[in-house]
């Protein structure tokens, strides 16, 4: 098996708040690249102090648009990151591999949400 291509969050990011989805992109495309090719990638988020879902979404959990979830969950592989923040990227996994596997119902679920507030303004 290759050698894994590292990544480091922080240095990507250029800091230890990783909050903003633009910067999550950053990380993604990175991700996206490597998967692509079909090598393993172990992203660090060592250094890194405060993450957002919006973060995490941008950077991870687009991947399931893109790779199946085999392809994913074989090649990557994440470290040095804190249980809360590790809770929350599986959150953000079963959320994605959701939206991803039916995402047509989800996008109409959304639109008629926003048709019954703009009803009630």
């Not at 240095?11 to 999550?24: Q, Y």
């Not at 405060?50 to 399931?64: D, E, P, R, V």
Request: glycine share 4%.
């Amino acid at each position: 098996m290759q050698k894994a291509t590292r990544i480091s969050v922080y240095e990507v990011v250029g800091s230890p708040l990783c909050v903003a989805s633009d910067d999550g992109q950053k990380v993604h495309d990175r991700l996206a690249v490597a998967l692509a090719n079909g090598r393993p990638v172990l992203l660090s988020f060592h250094n890194v102090s405060i993450m957002t879902s919006a973060f995490l979404n941008a950077a991870i959990g687009q991947l399931y648009g893109k790779f199946s979830e085999e392809k994913v969950r074989s090649l990557l592989q994440v470290e040095d990151m804190e249980p809360q923040d590790a809770g929350l990227v599986k959150r953000v996994v079963e959320t994605a591999k959701q939206y991803f596997q039916n995402r047509q119902r989800f996008d109409q679920a959304v639109r008629e949400v926003l048709e019954d507030d703009d009803d009630d303004t």
